[in-house]
């Protein structure tokens, strides 16, 4: 079983046999938004396979009629090898998670992160734009990316330091290129970790995993949203555009109870 089947298979995630009817599946320059009829919209990156797209390719099977699908079909594009069906998947498990915003915070994920990691060591999974404050609250930060830019760690670092990380912050996209399982199994039992990133699904099924919080999005206005995703709008302006909200679920460690 990896992460994608225990998301499909736990609650909150709706049933099989509710599996919704899908309004619209719209994908951005940067982001993918699934719409289902009863108005929930979930969103996740759209990561490309543009180094091994060649013409003629189609990376997104039945492109044209996913709108004739169910949730749950879509929501099944998670296990997909093709990282753009990947994001269709992600963006359509967020849609249908049935979110207890009485157990998250509305926090963004920098604010736990200068908690947890001043004077730490610490590792970010991908390069967020947050990223100079921490370097100057962390005792040391590793920051790792599949295509670093100056001062980052390429990706095949992540063996050497996230085993050394007080802090690990594991960017939702992890989910849609299937390394989240592999990234894990790196950190230390008593490392604090964070998942985090408009693709990270709100679900508990994420603490199982070893991960003490979740900061993602639920999406309040999907009408707004969608026109934002359409326009190649980066999650800085689709925030600004009030559509959003940043959510923080923490879990107290072993504990079934989850805090806010």
């Given at each position: 079983?990896?992460?994608i089947?225990d998301l499909?298979?736990?609650?909150?995630f709706?049933?099989?046999?509710?599996?919704?009817?899908v309004?619209?599946?719209?994908i951005?320059?940067?982001w993918?938004?699934?719409?289902l009829?009863?108005g929930?919209?979930g969103?996740?990156?759209?990561?490309r396979?543009?180094?091994?797209h060649?013409h003629?390719?189609?990376p997104?099977?039945?492109?044209g009629?996913?709108?004739?699908?169910s949730?749950r079909?879509?929501?099944?594009?998670?296990?997909?090898?093709?990282?753009?069906?990947?994001?269709i998947g992600?963006?359509?498990?967020?849609?249908?998670?049935?979110?207890d915003e009485?157990?998250c915070?509305?926090l963004?994920?920098?604010?736990?992160?200068?908690e947890?990691?001043t004077?730490?060591?610490?590792v970010?999974v991908?390069?967020?734009?947050?990223?100079p404050?921490?370097?100057?609250?962390?005792?040391?930060?590793?920051?790792l990316?599949?295509r670093?830019?100056q001062?980052?760690?390429?990706?095949?670092a992540?063996p050497?330091?996230?085993p050394?990380?007080?802090?690990?912050?594991?960017?939702?996209?992890?989910?849609?290129?299937h390394?989240?399982e592999?990234?894990m199994?790196?950190?230390?039992?008593?490392?604090?970790?964070?998942?985090?990133g408009?693709t990270t699904?709100?679900s508990p099924?994420?603490?199982?995993y070893?991960?003490?919080?979740?900061?993602g999005?639920?999406?309040?206005?999907p009408?707004?949203?969608?026109?934002y995703?359409?326009?190649?709008?980066?999650?800085r302006?689709?925030k600004?555009s009030?559509?959003?909200?940043?959510?923080?679920?923490?879990?107290?460690r072993?504990?079934q109870?989850?805090?806010s």
């Amino acid at each position: 079983m990896s992460i994608i089947d225990d998301l499909l298979a736990c609650p909150p995630f709706v049933p099989p046999t509710c599996g919704g009817e899908v309004r619209e599946v719209r994908i951005g320059a940067f982001w993918t938004a699934v719409v289902l009829e009863d108005g929930r919209c979930g969103l996740a990156s759209a990561l490309r396979d543009d180094d091994h797209h060649q013409h003629g390719q189609n990376p997104v099977r039945g492109a044209g009629h996913l709108h004739q699908r169910s949730a749950r079909e879509l929501a099944e594009l998670g296990h997909s090898g093709s990282l753009l069906e990947a994001s269709i998947g992600l963006a359509a498990i967020n849609a249908l998670l049935d979110v207890d915003e009485g157990a998250c915070v509305e926090l963004n994920a920098e604010q736990i992160i200068l908690e947890q990691g001043t004077g730490k060591s610490v590792v970010v999974v991908g390069h967020f734009p947050f990223i100079p404050r921490v370097r100057e609250a962390a005792r040391q930060l590793w920051v790792l990316e599949k295509r670093p830019g100056q001062g980052d760690l390429p990706a095949r670092a992540a063996p050497e330091v996230i085993p050394q990380a007080d802090v690990v912050a594991i960017t939702g996209t992890t989910l849609i290129n299937h390394s989240f399982e592999e990234l894990m199994g790196l950190c230390r039992p008593e490392a604090f970790v964070l998942v985090l990133g408009p693709t990270t699904p709100l679900s508990p099924v994420l603490f199982n995993y070893g991960v003490d919080a979740i900061s993602g999005t639920l999406v309040t206005d999907p009408g707004t949203v969608l026109r934002y995703v359409s326009q190649g709008a980066s999650f800085r302006q689709i925030k600004r555009s009030k559509g959003v909200k940043l959510l923080t679920w923490l879990v107290i460690r072993d504990s079934q109870i989850c805090s806010s």
